[in-house]
């Protein structure tokens, strides 16, 4: 896990209403040096980005992502 600090969760594990499900991953060697993006936005915070910031990892969730999206969708259907 210090070779790969960026970790991205691309399922729809701990998406609603499974918001208990995260994925099988050895959070304990996150650290600070972590970044750990959920696709997941809807709850805001999952399982996995609370498991993953509970040992320092800076944690963040697929909203952004979501809108910037929707915004490129819009700009192709105005052109």
């Keep these: ?7 991205v969760n691309t399922t729809p594990l ?4 499974n918001t ?8 304990h060697f996150f650290s600070p040096n972590h970044l750990c993006y ?3 936005y809807n709850p805001t915070e ?4 609370q498991q993953a910031a509970k ?3 800076v ?16 700009a192709i259907w105005n052109e």
Excluded: C, S
């Excluded at 896990?1 to 970790?7: D, E």
């Excluded at 999952?46 to 980005?49: E, I, K, L």
């Design 1 to 7: 896990m210090a070779q790969h600090t960026i970790v």
């Design 14 to 17: 701990g998406m609603y209403p």
């Design 20 to 27: 208990d499900a995260a994925p099988a991953l050895p959070y």
């Design 38 to 40: 959920d696709l997941v």
């Design 46 to 49: 999952t399982r996995f980005m």
């Design 55 to 57: 040992y320092g990892a």
């Design 59 to 74: 944690t963040k969730n697929g909203l952004d992502m979501l809108h910037l999206q929707a915004e490129a969708a819009w």
